[in-house]
Every structure is written in structure tokens, then in C-alpha cells.
């Protein structure tokens, strides 16, 4: 089972990073959400008297903002799902295969969170790796470094963020005869993770429990759509439409 899944993520992953517009459209992107995190960090750092409390509340705020970025290297593959498939004439000889339908599932789901974490690992080394390399040796290191929070942000609610903006998007792809149209709830977790990044960034001493709020929901939600995704799917209408 292992196996079957791996093999269909694996053909999800070769045919985005074979093709020539996915890769100029990830560095683009790749650009903008770490360039201008990177500038608006050295901006507080400056203001906030270059102190490790700066950067911690910086980095908390525009890493888990960055994470946009691997919302959509994850969420091109997740939307190639199934309507690319019957655009490439290839829905018909994989429904055929002896596969169980979670298997196909989570093998086009496991794709796009493969792509989504590796993307978001390294646009958030690639921020803070430059910050420190343009500010480390101006840091008065006086509080604890990294905090909790941005521990929790990074290692847990960012890469939850991604995993669940895949499964929503694969479930929706096979109610969707166009491509286009599977990007729109794109925005919608875009917005939420904007909305996530300045609201956190007020609460000041309650940040830890609004921490695991978001993550028992994160957690929920991934569940709930994993199994909503499972229970929908259904080869005859996503073939026929």
C-alpha cells in the first residue's frame, strides 16, 4: 500500500518539476514572499533596538506570512489532482488500476504536501538565514531564542496550514470539471493565514493559548476533511465530468 501511494506521488512531483512555467512561477513567488519578510524584519529589528525579543516577534509574524508561498507550489500540484488527469486523457487508465480509492487519495495528497513543506522549509531558512547573516552580529541576544511560539509556528501550525489547504483543495478538484476554478480556495486559506499573522501578532501574553486553539482546530479540520475527502469521492462522477 505503502508503495502504490509513494508511486503515485511520485509521478504527481516529476510532472510539476519537469515543466518550465511551474519552476518560473516558484521563483517568482519564491522572491516576493522572502524578499519583502526579509526587509520588513530588518525593519523592526531596527526599531525594536536590534533586541532577540524583536526578532523573535518579527520572525513569528512574517515566517507563518511566508508560509503563503508554500500554499501555492502545494496547492498547483493538489489542483492538478484530477482535472489534469482528464485533461490528459489519464483519469480512465488510472480509475482502472486495482487501487483502493484512500490510496488515490493519498497519493495525490501526499504530492502536494511533499512540494508544500519542502517549499515552506526552505523559504523560512532562506529568510532567517539571511536576516542573521545581514543583522546577527548587531542582536543583543538578552531574551531566550527561538520562543515557544515561534517554535510552534514554524514546526507545527505553518506546516498543518499547508497540509490542510491540500486536502481541501484535492476533495474540491474532483467535484471540478477546470482547473482555474480549484484555485479559489486558495485565496480564501491565503486570507486566513493573513488574517492568523496580525491577529497573533496583538495578543501579546495569551499568544501560547491562542497557539493551541489554532492547532487543536488546524488538527480538527484536517481530520474531518481526510475523511469527508474519502467519503465523497466517487470515480463514475469525477470521470464524467
Given at each position: 500500500m505503502v508503495n502504490i501511494i509513494w508511486e503515485i506521488a511520485r509521478k504527481e512531483l516529476l510532472a510539476y518539476f519537469t515543466g518550465k512555467s511551474a519552476m518560473l512561477r516558484n521563483l517568482?513567488?519564491?522572491?516576493?514572499?522572502?524578499?519583502?519578510?526579509?526587509?520588513?524584519?530588518?525593519?523592526?529589528?531596527?526599531?525594536?533596538?536590534?533586541?532577540?525579543?524583536?526578532?523573535?516577534?518579527?520572525?513569528?509574524?512574517?515566517?507563518?506570512?511566508?508560509?503563503?508561498?508554500?500554499?501555492?507550489?502545494?496547492?498547483?500540484?493538489?489542483?492538478?489532482?484530477?482535472?489534469y488527469e482528464k485533461e490528459q486523457k489519464t483519469i480512465e487508465y488510472l480509475f482502472t488500476l486495482p487501487l483502493k480509492d484512500y490510496e488515490i487519495l493519498a497519493g495525490k495528497m501526499l504530492a502536494a504536501v511533499i512540494a508544500g513543506i519542502g517549499g515552506l522549509a526552505f523559504v523560512m531558512a532562506v529568510i532567517l538565514g539571511c536576516v542573521l547573516a545581514l543583522n546577527g552580529h548587531l542582536i543583543q541576544w538578552t531574551t531566550p531564542f527561538p520562543t515557544l511560539s515561534l517554535v510552534l509556528t514554524v514546526l507545527v501550525i505553518a506546516p498543518m496550514i499547508v497540509v490542510l489547504s491540500v486536502l481541501i483543495i484535492v476533495a474540491i478538484s474532483g467535484f471540478i470539471s477546470n482547473a482555474r476554478m480549484t484555485y479559489m480556495p486558495v485565496y480564501v486559506i491565503a486570507g486566513i493565514v493573513m488574517g492568523l499573522t496580525f491577529a497573533r501578532a496583538e495578543l501579546g501574553e495569551y499568544v501560547m493559548l491562542?497557539?493551541?486553539?489554532?492547532?487543536?482546530?488546524?488538527?480538527?479540520?484536517?481530520?474531518?476533511?481526510?475523511?469527508?475527502?474519502?467519503?465523497?469521492?466517487?470515480?463514475?462522477?469525477?470521470?464524467?465530468?
Open positions: 517568482i513567488m519564491l522572491g516576493i514572499f522572502s524578499i519583502v519578510p526579509i526587509m520588513q524584519i530588518n525593519n523592526a529589528l531596527m526599531a525594536g533596538g536590534y533586541s532577540s525579543a524583536a526578532l523573535s516577534q518579527s520572525l513569528e509574524v512574517y515566517l507563518l506570512f511566508s508560509s503563503f508561498y508554500a500554499l501555492v507550489m502545494a496547492s498547483t500540484i493538489a489542483v492538478m489532482a484530477f482535472p491562542a497557539n493551541a486553539v489554532i492547532i487543536v482546530l488546524l488538527a480538527a479540520a484536517i481530520a474531518v476533511t481526510f475523511a469527508v475527502s474519502v467519503k465523497t469521492f466517487n470515480r463514475e462522477r469525477i470521470a464524467g465530468n
